[in-house]
C-alpha cells in the first residue's frame, strides 16, 4: 500500500520535540542510545512516513546514527518500511501496537541476556566448586542459586508482562 509522506510540518515543533524528549527519556532507562529514542519519538508524532534524509534534518543526527537507529528499531518490530508512491527511497513509519513492541524488546534485548546469564552461571558454579576455603564456597554457592531463581522467574514474568502489556 502506497502512502504520502509527511507533510513538512505536521504538528507544532514544541510538541514534537516534547514527544520525541519522552521517548529519549524512555530509552535511556533501557540502556539504549538517545537516537534511538529521538527516531522512534520523531515517527511516532509524524502523520506520514519520513526518509532517512527527513530524519537527519529534523533531528540534527548523522546519516550514520540514524541509520543504525533505523536497523536496531527495525529488528525491534518498532517501525516498518513503506512505499510512498513510485519514489526509489526508504520511508518509514513508527509501530504503535504496544505488544508488538514490547514483544520486540523482550525477543530482542532481555532473552539473549537471560540464556546468556544461564551460562555465565554455569562458569560461575565451576569456578566456585574450585573455591578451598568452606565458608566461602558456601556463600558463594547460595548467591548462585539466588541468581538462578532470578533468571527463572525472569523467563516466567517476560509472557505475563507482555500479556499484561497487550492491547
Do not use: C
Request: hydrophobic share 40%.
Amino acid at each position: 500500500m502506497s502512502q504520502q509522506p509527511a507533510d513538512n510540518n505536521p504538528t507544532p515543533p514544541a510538541i514534537e520535540r516534547q514527544v520525541v524528549d519522552f521517548f529519549v527519556d524512555g530509552v535511556k532507562v533501557l540502556g539504549l542510545p538517545k537516537s534511538i529514542g529521538e527516531i522512534y519519538g520523531l515517527l511516532f508524532v509524524s502523520r506520514g512516513p519520513l526518509s532517512l534524509d527527513d530524519l537527519v534534518g529534523s533531528l540534527g543526527i548523522s546519516k550514520g546514527s540514524a541509520s543504525q537507529g533505523l536497523r536496531a528499531l527495525k529488528v525491534l518490530g518498532a517501525i516498518r518500511e513503506v512505499q510512498v508512491g513510485t519514489e526509489r527511497r526508504a520511508y518509514f513509519v513508527a509501530a504503535v501496537d504496544l505488544k508488538r513492541l514490547v514483544g520486540g524488546f523482550i525477543r530482542e534485548q532481555i532473552r539473549p541476556h537471560l540464556e546468556s546469564g544461564r551460562v555465565k552461571i554455569g562458569k560461575l558454579e565451576e569456578a566456585a566448586k574450585r573455591e578451598t576455603d568452606p565458608a566461602r564456597r558456601e556463600f558463594l554457592r547460595d548467591r548462585l542459586d539466588r541468581l538462578e531463581r532470578w533468571l527463572k522467574n525472569g523467563g516466567r514474568v517476560l509472557p505475563v508482562i507482555q500479556k499484561l502489556l497487550g492491547e
